[in-house]
């Protein structure tokens, strides 16, 4: 087992949270690595739209995207636009979850489903989903 120093944590993102998952004191504990803080859920979604960038199409989709911030279960609903060149995507939402039962019925709820058959579904090419909660 590595002991997590600054200098090995620091050597970047992945391995940062890859070093923290078994430290001593969690071996010694014998605790779970993956163990969550929490219940909260971050739920993010990086698409490629089938319209042009700009495009009346375009812009009805992110208007009605910003009906899924209002839903009493959404936190920190947020909208990127991709600045990097490694992934195909070009956009991505952004939202919190205090729980999954507040993620499960934000699945559920009319609204979000409306925007899955008259916007997502229509206008999406492509797209991964990531549902994340935070380790220990």
């Known amino acids: 087992m590595r002991k997590v120093t600054r200098r090995n944590a620091a050597v970047g993102v992945g391995?940062?949270?890859?070093?923290?998952?078994?430290?001593?004191?969690?071996?010694?504990?014998?605790?779970?690595?993956c163990a969550l803080i929490g219940a909260a859920i971050r739920h993010v979604v990086a698409f490629k739209l089938k319209?042009?960038?700009g495009s009346d199409e375009e812009r009805d989709f992110f208007s009605a995207a910003g009906a899924l911030a209002a839903l009493p279960q959404v936190r920190r609903f947020?909208?990127?636009?991709?600045?990097?060149?490694?992934?195909?995507?070009?956009?991505?939402?952004?939202?919190?979850?205090?729980d999954q039962s507040a993620y499960a019925l934000y699945n559920a709820h009319p609204v979000h489903q409306a925007f899955l058959r008259t916007h997502w579904n229509p206008g999406v090419s492509d797209f991964i989903e990531i549902d994340l909660s935070v380790l220990v």
Do not use: C, D, V
């Open 51 to 53: 319209w042009a960038p």
């Open 78 to 98: 947020e909208r990127f636009h991709q600045i990097g060149h490694k992934n195909p995507f070009t956009y991505g939402f952004s939202m919190e979850f205090e």
């Open 15 to 33: 391995s940062a949270i890859f070093a923290t998952l078994t430290t001593p004191a969690t071996a010694a504990a014998g605790t779970s690595p």
